[in-house]
């Protein structure tokens, strides 16, 4: 009897990429000037968060990943792991979940730098409090 070959693991093409790299090779110069808008007013806010690709999108972490950002066709997501935790006054997080909420952007007029950088600090401050959002026990 014919043995079966070994299926291979998916490698994501992001894998090794640096968020610079995935910018220049993955987006349009629109996206990339909300991408990189972002970016700064995450470093800011954030100045200890570290940014790489993982799941395939720039993600930024602090005791965890924090916020990721997620280009699509017709915008930029800008989502936080604890987003349902986030206070929202202005009501500017989309989501039916009940962990994850986001934001979409199609221009970087769309950029509200006070609300976004309150949940950038949220977000933070949840971390640090609650753990890694990715570990099931720190949810």
Do not use: C
């Not at 009897?1 to 349009?28: H, N």
């Not at 950029?111 to 976004?116: L, P, T, V, Y």
């Amino acid at each position: 009897m014919p043995t079966q070959p070994k299926a291979m693991p998916k490698v994501s093409p992001t894998i090794g990429t640096s968020v610079d790299e995935y910018i220049a090779q993955k987006l349009t110069v629109e996206q990339a000037e909300i991408v990189n808008a972002l970016r700064q007013l995450v470093r800011a806010t954030a100045p200890k968060s570290s940014e790489q690709i993982k799941w395939a999108q720039p993600v930024f972490e602090e005791n965890g990943p924090f916020a990721f950002i997620k280009p699509a066709k017709a915008h930029v997501t800008f989502g936080f792991w604890r987003g349902a935790e986030l206070a929202d006054p202005s009501g500017l997080l989309l989501g039916d979940g009940d962990r994850m909420k986001h934001i979409r952007l199609t221009s970087v007029k769309d950029i509200r730098k006070k609300e976004f950088q309150a949940f950038v600090k949220q977000a933070v401050k949840l971390n640090h409090a609650k753990g890694d959002p990715t570990k099931r026990a720190n949810r």
